[in-house]
């Protein structure tokens, strides 16, 4: 059966092991204590053979002066029965007395005498320590009944169960407890999280009175629902902005094929209107491409189709594709590249086209844009893309890459972009494991910089 209540895991090995640590001590001080109480019934039942050997040795042949001195100990021990036999194995003086409720002669006469000392169990499964030793051509049988300590033993085997059954119960009830209460932050966290919805991102778990083991749980949580938070907060945004950027060129359209139909027109005012709703249609159609690239870009298992780039190629020919727009504003395009590089064709050339196209679009005419790229010593690529535009004010550089987002500086020039361009360029960089940086001055330029990571031994987003 498995046990999937972590309280109740808890609970059962705090149980198991509170008892069989108690459990084994006791069993180990009762061991101690039997051993220790046969040994003292040896040493004591051995005093008793030494004093009748003794008096065999001071009274050789005085066998009343023996039988009076085991009748005085059969008097004071009743649970000790000596006896001496000659080498006829006739008895010549025995402890034995009817008064004194000593051993039974049945019983002392019914134990086996093969060694110098063993233990023997009568009827009534009665315990005798039995030792025999020999004295010139007497033979000394001594027995010793240990019923009192059988009591004892038994007395401590009885408070022993006892007392693991209580600690048992004891380590169950206090077990539980404890658990729960070593839990209690975890089911607090699991309220946090059941109370939590859209509208509640806010929350954040108080670390304070959690276990110094719970406080990183606390703090990966928090992070989370920091991160979840700032995604709500952007998919919000992206919707009001998708919302806003698909309004503007509807309309436009709407208007237009309203007032066409307003009344009746000529066939060149009709084209016209056509001609007109062209632009917005692939300002809608770039739109839709750009936020069906994001979606794919930000999937997993987005496989890149790398291969060894020539940087000064790759580069001219962005600007080759861009010179004829280049030249209507009379702007120079400068290449400054050398090396290769590990990336996909397609997405390298579709991140450096967004970045030139804004940065036509932001610089004014006589301008320049520089495309320079760099094979650093650690194997890394640095590609740099640079204008002499109206630049990027400092309060909108750290929400530039969001998407939909447009600088007020950058609608002044030619044309204005979806608020896309950069956030694709970001997200291509990603896919290559790389950074992008930028930096603005107002009204003297801006550069953007893509960071290629070196390589490692597959060749992967790397140079060579």
């Not at 004010?393 to 204005?416: K, N, V």
Request: charged fraction near 25%.
């Amino acid at each position: 059966m498995k046990l999937h209540s972590v309280s109740l895991r808890l609970t059962v090995w705090y149980a198991l092991l509170s008892t069989a640590l108690i459990a084994s001590v006791g069993y180990t001080m009762y061991w101690m204590l039997a051993d220790r109480l046969l040994r003292e019934d040896d040493t004591f039942l051995l005093s008793k053979v030494s004093e009748a050997r003794a008096v065999i040795v001071l009274h050789p042949g005085n066998y009343a002066a023996l039988q009076e001195e085991l009748q005085h100990e059969g008097e004071t021990f009743p649970d000790i029965r000596v006896r001496v036999l000659d080498e006829r194995n006739a008895i010549i003086a025995d402890t034995h007395n009817e008064e004194a409720q000593g051993i039974p002669s049945e019983t002392f006469d019914a134990m086996p005498w093969a060694a110098e000392k063993a233990d023997w169990y009568d009827h009534r499964q009665i315990r005798y320590r039995l030792m025999k030793q020999h004295s010139d051509k007497l033979t000394i049988h001594a027995a010793m009944r240990l019923a009192k300590e059988q009591s004892l033993l038994a007395f401590y085997r009885d408070m022993l169960l006892t007392g693991v059954i209580t600690v048992l119960l004891i380590a169950i009830a206090a077990g539980y407890a404890i658990a729960r209460y070593g839990l209690a932050p975890l089911y607090r966290l699991a309220a946090l999280v059941e109370g939590l919805g859209v509208r509640q991102l806010d929350q954040r778990v108080d670390e304070t009175d959690w276990p110094e083991e719970l406080r990183v749980l606390a703090d990966n949580f928090n992070r989370l629902l920091i991160r979840l938070d700032d995604a709500f907060s952007r998919m919000s945004r992206f919707s009001a902005d998708i919302a806003h950027e698909l309004r503007t060129p509807l309309q436009i359209l709407r208007s237009e094929a309203e007032m066409s139909l307003s009344r009746e027109r000529s066939p060149a005012e009709y084209r016209q209107c056509l001609e007109s709703g062209l632009d917005e249609y692939a300002r809608l159609s770039r739109m839709v491409d750009a936020l069906l690239f994001l979606a794919r870009a930000e999937q997993a298992d987005t496989a890149l189709d790398c291969k060894h780039l020539d940087l000064h190629a790759e580069l001219q020919s962005v600007c080759h594709f861009f010179q004829a727009m280049a030249d209507e504003q009379d702007m120079t395009l400068n290449v400054q590249a050398s090396g290769r590089l590990w990336a996909d064709q397609g997405l390298l050339r579709r991140a450096l086209a967004n970045l030139v196209d804004n940065a036509l679009r932001n610089t004014g005419k006589g301008g320049s844009v520089t495309l320079s790229a760099v094979v650093q010593q650690s194997g890394s690529v640095e590609v740099q893309v640079s204008d002499s535009g109206c630049g990027i004010a400092p309060e909108d550089l750290p929400h530039i890459t969001e998407r939909f987002y447009t600088a007020d500086r950058s609608r002044q020039r030619r044309g204005q972009g979806s608020g896309l361009g950069l956030a694709i360029v970001q997200s291509i960089m990603r896919l290559h494991g790389g950074t992008i940086a930028i930096a603005s001055i107002p009204d003297q330029g801006t550069e953007v910089l893509l960071h290629f990571p070196a390589c490692d031994t597959s060749g992967h987003h790397a140079a060579v």
